[in-house]
Nanobody
């Protein structure tokens, strides 16, 4: 059974930092694009960042560019999202996602991802 389990969320003051982790089990994703999405109450799920299978290529939403860094450790089957200079508008549930097809482009639409974690809450206070 494939599972993606996020951790690292929490309550932080504006300007603070958090590092999210996504541990995969049940299969390896070392040849698959992975990404982070987020969903705030009453809003649609939106793209945050994506990372190529080898970690070399990355893509970010304009809203987080320069403040977030996506990375992965394929030996640990784990994806990370380092978030700095957090803002209240970053408050959301953050989801890890993985694509089933191997290699491929960095997609920013939820429909292109096949596996999802349960999410971790990030709350940024002003």
């Amino acid at each position: 059974q494939v599972q993606l389990v996020e951790s690292g969320g929490g309550l932080v003051q504006a300007g603070g930092s958090l590092r999210l982790s996504c541990a995969a089990s049940g299969r390896t994703f070392s040849r698959n694009t992975m990404g982070w999405f987020r969903q705030a109450p009453g809003k649609e799920r939106e793209f945050v960042a994506a990372n190529s299978w080898n970690g070399i290529s990355t893509k970010y939403a304009d809203s987080v560019k320069g403040r977030c860094t996506i990375s992965r450790d394929n030996a640990k089957n784990t994806l990370y999202l380092q978030m700095n200079s957090l803002k209240p508008e970053d408050t959301a549930v953050y989801y890890c996602a993985a694509r089933l097809p191997e290699y491929g482009a960095l997609y920013d639409q939820p429909a292109h991802y096949d596996y999802w974690g349960q999410g971790t809450q990030v709350t940024v206070s002003s």
